[in-house]
């Protein structure tokens, strides 16, 4: 019904920057908060920063002053603009929405996209 495709992710040394992007489509009427998860190997899946429609974003404390995320309703994509990359930034990044798509609204999710920071 929703789907939600990444793209951005890569290898990329620490202090470096990347930018994910995500992009949904399919039969949403609307789209409420958009965001970015992560997941590293034997970790569980954690906020990263989520943006509400109105922009209003909110950042998990471990990277706040470092990743900023945005969006364009318009085009139905979020952006995650990361910078000053660690090595514990290492993960799968999955894109979240919470999307209405008639009658009911739900939690959609990307497929991830592997970022890692490595010299």
């Known amino acids: 019904q929703v789907q939600l495709v990444e793209s951005g992710g890569g290898l990329v040394q620490p202090g470096g920057s990347l930018r994910l992007s995500c992009v949904a489509s399919?039969?949403?009427?609307?789209?409420?908060?958009m965001g970015w998860y992560r997941q590293a190997p034997g970790k569980q899946r954690e906020l990263v920063a989520i943006?509400?429609?109105?922009?209003?974003?909110n950042y998990a404390d471990l990277v706040k002053g470092r990743f900023y995320i945005s969006r364009d309703n318009a085009k139905n994509t979020v952006y995650l603009q990361m910078n000053s990359l660690k090595p514990e930034d290492t993960a799968v990044y999955y894109c979240?929405?919470?999307?209405?798509?008639?009658?009911?609204?739900?939690?959609?999710w990307g497929q991830g996209t592997q970022v890692t920071v490595s010299s």
């Open positions: 399919g039969r949403m009427s609307s789209i409420y908060d």
């Open positions: 979240y929405a919470h999307a209405v798509v008639v009658p009911t609204s739900s939690d959609y």
């Open positions: 943006v509400t429609r109105n922009s209003n974003p």
